[in-house]
């Protein structure tokens, strides 16, 4: 019976010596996998910061009342009639650069989540509506109810940065679990 016993002792300290082996390979992996973690997701906030900055600006700048009260100022307080009001407004709004938009969008899409990504590019595809709205409606001059229209889409890029922005956020504050919450838009995604 003490071959058997000492053969249970040497299983048992083999057993242990793997057990250990594997819990010190699993420790060390997840002290080198921590800092690379905390720089992947610190890269993650830069990026949705960056294009969070870029798609409020840019929704800032496309304001109706804005572009009109700086139109009426440039103007040295002239007044200026409806109609040319309109046109310098979609004059203005059509010379906003979406370029910042265009810069900070491809990292979003790289750094996702997926869902994310694609927030991402509806709050741009909004934008670059807004921007093509302005485009058309500059050399053909047919201004129709061009408040109405320019404030429904600002408001439809407002939703979308506000989309990307909920889920943004809770894809960061739930990095233990690293799963979003679907948010779901109103409508057809456009």
């Known amino acids: 019976m003490s071959v058997s016993g000492e053969l249970v002792q040497a299983l048992v300290a083999v057993l242990a010596a793997v057990a250990a082996y594997a819990a010190g390979r699993a420790q060390a992996s997840g002290a080198r996998r921590g800092p ?8 993650q906030r830069d990026a949705y910061a960056a294009f969070l900055k870029a798609a409020r600006q840019y929704e800032r700048a496309t304001r109706f009342a804005d572009l009109a009260r700086a139109a009426k100022a440039d103007n040295n307080g002239l007044e200026l009639d409806r109609q040319a009001l ?3 407004v979609v004059r203005r709004r059509a010379a906003i650069s979406l370029e910042p938009i265009a810069e900070t969008l491809p990292v979003v899409q790289l750094e996702g989540p997926k869902v994310l990504a694609v927030y991402a590019q509806e709050a741009a595809d909004a934008a670059e509506r807004l921007a093509q709205v302005a485009r058309t409606l500059l050399p053909a001059f047919a201004f129709g109810d061009v408040q109405k229209q320019f404030e429904q889409d ?13 889920e943004a956020r809770a894809f960061l504050d739930d990095s233990a679990r690293r799963r979003t919450r679907r948010f779901v838009l109103p409508g057809p995604h456009q």
């Open 86 to 88: 309109l046109r310098e």
């Open 36 to 43: 690379v973690d905390a720089v992947r997701r610190q890269h």
């Open 154 to 166: 600002t408001a439809n890029l407002h939703t979308r940065i506000t989309h990307f922005t909920v």
